[in-house]
Structures are given as structure tokens and as C-alpha cells.
């Protein structure tokens, strides 16, 4: 025989947690199911293990969407304020780092029992372990298949990601779901994600690995202002990750690895005040010796400043604050913090998340096409998107 629910929500990661107690705490009999064995593995592991759970300034414009509009409706409903109130009434110590982002002092686990206690409280059945086989509308109703046995609800939600970091169980399947009902899909792709490169630009990475500089990297009229890290595959760092998910393949990138200086000018100053210096000295001054050791290798130029004509330092500015660089790729979903893509939101409505064409049927958090910022705001659209959907959900 089959069991029955109000709602069967299918992935216990953030956006479905968040979604399950919701819709608990207003009467539903909840269903959350997971394929995997342990729950919430992408929160366990995010922001270093201490889950950089929602940012302070969350707007719509640091959301990337086909539809800008789309975000606007959930996240004023359901806001950073509200999701900070609910970490604060069950005493989780927090900080903000930088920029808004707010990082738990201890553990992300202190996020992840928060939210299962709120599912057990709320009455909500929790299967982990639990692989969906099938899912089939049925006389106004949805039939779920698992390895365990048969389930029907009245709503089915969707809230199983994207496909990035696979080594903790991502799938398509929530993209599999979404083709089976008719819903359009925007091509997916991985997003704040480290970029790489060949040849002669992937050895100079290699080369400097382990370093760190400020820069402002730019896509276009898109730019982010933050670390960069050179690595043996190429280059990360929280500026790289953030641009990644506006950069295309066989685009160029844009590079000032002196944002507060204009290199060309301190230079001539320098040789005149300082004929004598060599220009690794004067580069060491604002970049770290063995990036200006490098930058100088390439620009084949050595010696003292007097020794250098104004145009060659201009030049050498050029290639610090004007840098252009053509990553061959991204490390892909392996390394992927998020998936861009997904369910396309013109299919779905943005005040409650359910399918235009399907009542009863919702997608929220990672599975549809709304990609955030590094630094809470992928988090803050699961507990936004959550919960218009559970409200949405008591409301039918």
C-alpha cells in the first residue's frame, strides 16, 4: 500500500529543510526524502565548514537569472533579517567576515541540527538513504516511487540542486523531473568556479601557486573587486569565482592586479627620485616579489629604472593594471560551488515557486535558474525560496 502526505518534498539540502518545517509548522503532514545517506552535506562543507548561511545586503541584483525580476517576490517575503532571527532564537554564535557575510563561530553543523530539530518539531518524516525511482500525476495526486516503497501527495516539491561537487551526491535528477512534467530548462553550466588554463599561462600559474593579491578582475561591464589566488591549475580566489559565472568560453578577462595604483605613473615617478633603483625593488613595493619577478620575466625587462625609458614603464603598467588573460576553462563541477541554470523561471510562479502548468508541482533553490554571488546569497535564495513555497503550500 501506498503512503500518503500532504506534501512529498524530494532533497534534504538547504532549500528542502527549510521548506519541510515550514510547511510542518502550518499543519502539513511532510514527507522529506534524500537519496543520500547524510543530510545536508553542501551546507557541512560550505564556507570553509562554518556555512556562510546568508549575507546582510541579499538584494535582487546579486542574482544571476534570465528573468531579473524573478528573485524580488521571495526575497523580500523571506529576508536575511528573518533567517538571522531564527539563527539568533537558537543561540548559534555568528560573525560577519567581510562584506556582509555572516559565518557561524563553531560549526556548520550548528546549522544543519537547527534546521533537522525544526523538522522534527514540526512533525516532518525524514527518510535519507531513500533513492527516488519514479514519479507519476495520478488522479490529482503524486505517485512517488522509491527503493523503499510507494508514496502519494497531494504537492510534489523539487529542492535536489544542481550538479556541482558530485563527490556528495549531486545529480540531474531534479532537472529530469522538470523535462518529464514539460518545463523549459536553461542550459546549466558550473558557476563561482576556479578557471584554468594552457600552455605558457598555466606554468606562470604553477610557478606563482599559493599566491595572493587584491585585484579587480572584469567580464565585460561586470567586475569584482577581491583576492585572487594563483594555483597549479590556473587561478581562484574569491574575485576569479565570482566573475566565473558571467565569463563564457573563448572570452577574454580583464586583470588589474594593482587596483589602487597606476603602476605606469609610480614607475616614471620612482626613476626620478630613484634613478638608481632596480624596477623589481620599485615593482616589490606594490606586488609581492615573486609575482613583479614574474611580470618583469615576461616583459623581458631588468635592470635599473634610469636604464628604462618611460614608455617601456608605461607598458609595464599596462600589463599590471590592464591585463587580459583567456582561461581555456573552469575546473567544472568537480570544484563548482554552484550550477548555473536550471528550471526555467518563466515556467514557474514567483510567488509561490509551483509550476504554471502543473498544480501542485514545485521547484525551489539550486534546481531552478537563479545563481548567486560568492557569500551567502546561494543560501539565503534556498531559505528564501523555501519558504514562499511552504506558505504557498498551507495556502492550497
Known amino acids: 500500500m501506498s503512503q500518503q502526505f500532504d506534501v512529498v518534498i524530494i532533497g534534504a539540502g538547504a532549500a528542502g529543510l527549510m521548506c519541510a518545517f515550514q510547511a510542518g509548522q502550518r499543519g502539513l503532514s511532510v514527507l522529506l526524502i534524500d537519496h543520500a545517506r547524510k543530510l545536508a552535506e553542501k551546507i557541512r562543507i560550505s564556507g570553509g565548514g562554518r556555512c556562510n548561511f546568508t549575507n546582510i545586503y541579499a538584494r535582487p541584483e546579486a542574482f544571476l537569472c534570465q528573468n531579473p525580476h524573478f528573485v524580488k517576490s521571495a526575497l523580500a517575503r523571506y529576508t536575511a533579517a528573518d533567517f538571522i532571527d531564527l539563527v539568533t532564537r537558537h543561540d548559534i554564535p555568528f560573525h560577519e567576515k567581510k562584506l556582509g557575510q555572516l559565518f557561524c563561530d563553531r560549526s556548520a553543523q550548528d546549522i544543519i541540527d537547527m534546521l533537522i530539530e525544526n523538522c522534527h518539531q514540526a512533525g516532518v518524516t525524514l527518510r535519507t538513504g531513500c533513492a527516488v525511482t519514479q514519479v507519476t500525476p495520478t488522479n490529482g495526486l503524486y505517485e512517488v516511487v522509491t527503493e523503499s516503497g510507494h508514496i502519494s501527495a497531494t504537492s510534489l516539491v523539487i529542492a535536489t540542486g544542481g550538479l556541482s561537487i558530485p563527490k556528495i551526491g549531486a545529480t540531474g535528477f531534479g532537472y529530469d523531473i522538470a523535462r518529464q512534467f514539460g518545463l523549459a530548462l536553461v542550459p546549466q553550466r558550473a558557476g563561482l ?204
Request: glycine letters at 8%.
Open 193 to 396: 568556479v576556479p578557471l584554468t588554463f594552457t600552455d605558457e599561462m598555466k606554468q606562470r600559474c604553477a610557478v606563482l601557486s599559493g599566491l595572493s593579491v587584491d585585484a579587480l578582475v572584469s567580464a565585460g561591464k561586470t567586475e569584482f573587486e577581491e583576492g585572487m589566488l594563483f594555483t597549479h591549475r590556473g587561478l581562484s580566489g574569491p574575485s576569479i569565482l565570482q566573475i566565473s559565472s558571467y565569463w563564457r568560453e573563448s572570452e577574454q578577462l580583464t586583470v588589474n592586479l594593482a587596483p589602487e595604483h597606476r603602476i605606469g605613473d609610480s614607475l616614471k615617478a620612482d626613476k626620478k627620485q630613484h634613478p638608481k633603483q632596480t624596477i623589481h625593488t620599485a615593482l616589490s613595493q606594490v606586488l609581492p616579489k615573486r609575482l613583479a619577478a614574474d611580470i618583469l620575466a615576461s616583459a623581458q625587462m631588468e635592470g635599473r629604472l634610469a636604464d628604462c625609458a618611460d614608455k617601456q614603464l608605461a607598458a609595464l603598467g599596462d600589463l599590471i593594471n590592464d591585463w587580459h588573460i583567456s582561461p581555456s576553462g573552469t575546473e567544472g563541477y568537480r570544484t563548482a560551488e554552484v550550477t548555473l541554470g536550471g528550471v526555467d523561471t518563466d515556467a514557474l510562479d514567483a510567488r509561490t515557486m509551483q509550476a504554471r502548468s502543473h498544480e501542485g508541482l514545485y521547484f525551489i533553490g539550486e534546481v531552478v535558474d537563479v545563481t548567486g554571488h560568492l557569500g551567502g546569497y546561494n543560501f539565503q535564495w534556498a531559505w528564501s525560496s523555501g519558504y514562499i513555497c511552504a506558505e504557498a503550500l498551507a495556502a492550497r
